[in-house]
């Protein structure tokens, strides 16, 4: 019995609150907005849909990092050295190519984590809440002007330059090898051309003693003057001779560097 009264006093209560919220309405003016003829003022700060300036986009992947629900792909190509991207708006200068830049607005979560990180301040969230779809894949957008044909000349390019950049760096560690082998090529034949003057000294010394055994001996000043003027020939006949060894261990020494 209890119970049953208190139920019948809840249901007229609520009764009665809902038809004085009614009545105290009915005599209002009426606040309904006739959309979409009349639109409501957006706050200032609202959140909504996602808008790139892909002019002012360096590639640098801030926005992607930061999304919490990796509802953004991007995708870069670097430039190569005869490429001029320009600069931003902002003055920073253009290094990438962005072949991607999809934004799913169906994983949104309208958080504008992605707005704040960004440089150049390409990415922003605009007063747009009309883009409803029938399909979840109209609700990915691509912002990324690069056409297929640029995307693969971009590559293309990429690729040419890495290859020469390979075939440069393998010359110049052949070319430095190469000199390395020709100077220690020209020290090896300094060093035999040392040998030469040596044996070529000694030789002529052993001659010119031979030669004197087989002469009289002459006495006083004259066998003095003699002697000197012996000596001096046979030190010039040895210093000839080492030049040329090392002329010509010099010209070996180019033409295998040339070969």
Not at 14 to 22: A, L, P, R, S, V
Request: hydrophobic share 30%; aromatic share 4%.
């Amino acid at each position: 019995m209890v119970k049953a009264l208190s139920d019948t006093y809840l249901t007229f209560k609520t009764i009665f609150t809902g038809m004085g919220i009614t009545l105290r309405h009915l005599f209002k003016r009426s606040v309904t907005v006739q959309y979409p003829r009349q639109r409501d003022v957006l706050p200032e700060r609202v959140r909504l849909k996602l808008h790139v300036n892909i002019d002012d986009c360096i590639g640098c992947r801030l926005c992607e990092r930061a999304c919490p629900v990796e509802c953004i792909d991007i995708g870069t190509i670097k430039s190569t050295d005869d490429d001029d991207l320009g600069e931003t708006s902002t003055g920073h200068k253009k290094k990438l190519w962005v072949d991607q830049f999809d934004i799913d607005m169906a994983k949104c979560c309208y958080c504008e984590l992605c707005v704040h990180p960004c440089p150049t301040d390409c990415i922003t969230m605009v007063e747009d809440y009309e883009y409803s779809a029938y399909d979840r894949n109209d609700l990915i957008l691509s912002f990324s002007d690069m056409s297929p044909e640029q995307i693969e000349e971009a590559n293309r390019k990429l690729e040419k330059e890495a290859e020469e950049k390979r075939r440069k760096k393998e010359e110049a560690k052949l070319a430095k090898k190469k000199k390395a082998e020709a100077k220690a090529a020209a020290g090896d034949a300094a060093a035999a051309g040392d040998k030469p003057k040596d044996a070529a000294t000694g030789g002529v010394a052993a001659t010119d003693g031979k030669e004197a055994g087989s002469e009289k001996p002459e006495t006083g000043a004259g066998a003095e003057a003699s002697g000197d003027e012996d000596a001096e020939k046979a030190a010039r006949r040895a210093e000839r001779e080492a030049r040329r060894a090392a002329r010509r261990a010099e010209r070996e020494a180019k033409k295998k560097s040339e070969e």
